[in-house]
């Protein structure tokens, strides 16, 4: 207790963990005579009366103070990967999981620079990095980017090229953490309220796979966190990689039922390792008949006190000098399962969290002059042109940017643009899906491709908005009735050329294709093509000639997505098989209920098509096209609630299903929101008069609030 009362600033001690009435009562406290002493001593020991049964009662007034701050949440991130700088994809991957930490870490410091958002605060913490790597000959530390993610402070251990497992390493990073440990009235207080643990170990598709489940998007992160927080669950492990006696193996991923013995993996092995194993961590003899929790992966978030932190880096010197015995390697799978299954034998809580949910906005570009609507509809014709006069009743116009909107903007101005992308990233937006105009033919009007293509090509240069993007062609002609069918004036015709014409639209589309922010999935660009039924017999020869360009100039391919929209039956798409020249699909909501009828307005389910392909699902703010049509038009109208709720019901729809399917890993889990400023059509994101910032709520609830489903 002296030493706790003789605090000052300025030394060692204060760079200690301790709490807020500590803090108060500790700092200068210097005694200097027998009674003083005594009086210090008899204050702090009512103060750790206090403080103790604040600990144990969220009903004590000063809980919240005993429990310290909410900046005092301490996270710890341990990184086993010996292959970090001989693997690039490796480093990109371990790299993206501590940026998401770290971007979550800020959004409590942001949270006051969007008063819009009528959610609930994100969590505040402090996170430090542990990391474990094999050096190379050229290569001797982990990359200058790791220490700008915002760890306070960065641990790093090396490994010889031969430790390729990573249960005992980790816990080497474990006895670190313990030194970390500070004094609090008398007693060690724990260096950390939660971890996470991730490894570079198991292969591609399950690395990312878990990764995007534990630390897929800040959002993400930050649901996790406020779970174990809350006391609901212990630990958090990747969706569809873990398996309890009580659960049926239907629930693992495709990969892992088809690569392991699930019975035999559940099984408690009766070998002397393991039952010395759980005896020196539990202090109790391991049951014959208890089965194991198992994590394939070794990989999940934990609540520190809820793992056997010291009881683990009590007999990490018995494990290391096992390291030359032959059954080591078993040694490490054991220790491996056990990390879960004590905790989960002790009633641990142990739940699981799918893929990350990453919705993406529509993009549209056409908010500024270009001249080809100049040629067509008049000088200065611009999106704002049909809307600003407009006046039926159910219309939605810009909210002005004195009500913190974005007004009538010309997106030629980067301001407005780096605005569109901190108010997408503070709504829990991953990115955009930006239309891209390229034509070919001979029509009434001159044409230069790409049309309206200065947005993306400002967005290159000026690096505004600043978010992940990809492209989606809308490759059908335009015609005078906003139609897409060729029931008016063809203004620009679409004929897709030669094969001269795909080279030269390939390699203006290579640069975007390269850049950082540009989506990838499986390691290839993402690129949507609207209506693939219309391209015929073009289609196969120019994907096949875009596949090939792209390896030749560095890439893995092309990862090419389909559009499923109301036009699939209209363009035969299914019947001419089409889509199987493409990887995946995805869900054009608005207009697929036309072809797929459906009562709510975001996806539920995957559509019964002619192929095991992906389908990203997808939802829709409202459509209305009468600024464009007044006659007959097209109506749909949702409120922000029932967008709301809709999209809730999705989120969780995801979590219990999709994973699960027969086309194996679902990641990134990208949901198409269409639109983020189609105004003309009334599918925004944006904020408007009508209702305000509802619908970027809506989003930022459902992303911070993912599922976590507890294993029976």
């Known amino acids: 207790l002296l030493y706790t009362i003789k605090f000052e600033e300025g030394t060692q001690e204060e760079n200690m963990p301790c709490d ?35 600990l144990s009662s969220n009903s004590c007034i000063f809980s ?62 402090e996170f430090d990095l542990y990391i474990l790597y094999s050096t190379t000959d050229s290569v001797r530390t982990i990359p ?182 032959q059954n080591y390697h078993a040694l490490e799978h054991t220790v491996g399962k056990l990390f879960l299954t004590i905790p989960y034998l002790e009633g641990v809580n142990v739940s699981e969290i799918g893929p990350a949910v990453k919705p993406l906005g529509i993009y549209f570009p056409q908010y500024h002059q270009v001249p080809i609507n100049d040629a067509i509809h008049g000088e200065g014709f611009t999106e704002w042109t049909l809307l600003k006069p407009a006046t039926e009743s159910t219309l939605a116009k810009p909210l002005g940017v004195e009500e913190g909107g974005l007004g009538y ?72 009735t906003w139609s897409g069918l060729n029931d008016g004036e063809i203004l620009l015709p679409q004929h897709y050329g030669t094969e001269e014409d795909w080279k030269q639209h390939f390699y203006y589309l290579l640069p975007f294709f390269k850049h950082s922010n540009y989506i990838m999935v499986d390691g290839k660009p993402v690129f949507v093509i609207y209506r693939i039924g219309l391209m015929k017999s073009i289609l196969e020869p120019m994907l096949k000639l875009w596949r090939n360009l792209a390896v030749a100039n560095g890439l893995k391919g092309l990862y090419i997505i389909f559009t499923v929209n109301n036009f699939v039956d209209a363009d035969g798409v299914f019947p001419a098989k089409s889509h199987l020249l493409c990887d995946a699909a995805f869900h054009f909501y608005p207009t697929m209920k036309a072809v797929y009828p ?28 009468i600024i464009r049509r ?33 086309n194996g890993v679902n990641v990134p889990n990208l949901f198409f929101i269409t639109a983020w400023n189609e105004w003309n059509e009334q599918a925004m994101l944006e904020p408007s008069d009508k209702f305000g910032f509802s619908y970027l709520n809506a989003i930022k609830e459902a992303v911070d609030n993912q599922p976590i489903i507890r294993i029976p």
């Open 64 to 125: 919240s103070i005993a429990q310290g701050s909410e900046h005092e949440i301490k996270v710890a991130v341990f990184v086993q990967a010996t292959d970090l700088l001989s693997d690039e994809e490796v480093s990109n991957d371990i790299y993206q999981c501590v940026a998401n930490v770290g971007e979550a870490k800020t959004q409590h410091q942001k949270f006051s620079l969007f008063p819009w958002m009528d959610v609930e605060k994100p969590l505040a913490f």
């Open 630 to 662: 007044k006659v007959n038009p097209y109506v749909d109208l949702v409120t922000p609630e029932t967008f709301k709720e809709n999209l809730r019901t999705t989120v969780k729809k995801m979590y219990s299903e999709v994973p699960f399917t027969a």
């Open 409 to 480: 903007y010309d997106l030629t101005d980067p301001e407005i643009r780096r605005k569109q992308g901190e108010m997408a990233r503070a709504a829990g937006i991953h990115g955009f899906m930006i239309y891209h105009y390229w034509f070919s033919g001979e029509g009434p009007y001159n044409y230069s491709n790409p049309v309206m293509g200065r947005i993306p090509q400002l967005m290159l240069e000026d690096g505004y908005p600043d978010l992940p993007f990809l492209f989606s062609w809308a490759n059908e002609p335009w015609t005078s």
């Open 144 to 325: 200058d980017e790791f220490h700008e993610l915002g760890a306070r402070k960065i641990h790093e251990t090396h490994a010889s090229s031969n430790e390729l497992f990573d249960s005992v390493n980790f816990i080497k990073q474990l006895s670190l953490a313990e030194t970390q440990r500070g004094w609090i009235f008398g007693s060690k207080e724990s260096p950390y309220d939660f971890f996470l643990k991730i490894n570079s170990r198991p292969r591609a598709a399950l690395r990312h796979h878990s990764l995007e489940s534990l630390c897929g998007s800040p959002a993400l992160v930050q649901s996790v966190l406020r779970n174990l927080h809350s006391s609901k669950s212990g630990i958090v492990v990747p969706q569809g990689l873990s398996q309890s006696p009580n659960k049926t193996k239907e629930y693992l991923l495709k990969e892992i039922r088809e690569m392991y013995d699930i019975e035999l993996m559940l099984s408690v092995s009766s070998s002397e390792i393991t039952r010395r194993v759980y005896r020196d961590v539990t202090k109790k003899d391991l049951v014959s008949d208890e089965k194991y929790l198992w994590n394939i992966v070794g990989m999940f978030w934990a609540r520190y006190s809820d793992f056997q932190t010291t009881e683990w880096v009590s007999i990490l010197p018995w494990l290391v000098s096992q390291r030359s015995k």
């Open 20 to 54: 807020t009435i500590r803090r108060f009562l500790c700092r200068r406290v210097k005694p200097k005579t027998a009674f003083q002493g005594i009086i210090c001593l008899t204050v702090m020991f009512f103060i750790k009366l206090i403080y103790s049964s604040c």
């Open 598 to 625: 459906q009562d709510h307005v975001t996806s539920l389910n995957d559509i019964e098509i002619s192929s095991t392909q992906r389908q990203f699902w997808g939802g829709y703010t409202t459509f209305s096209n």
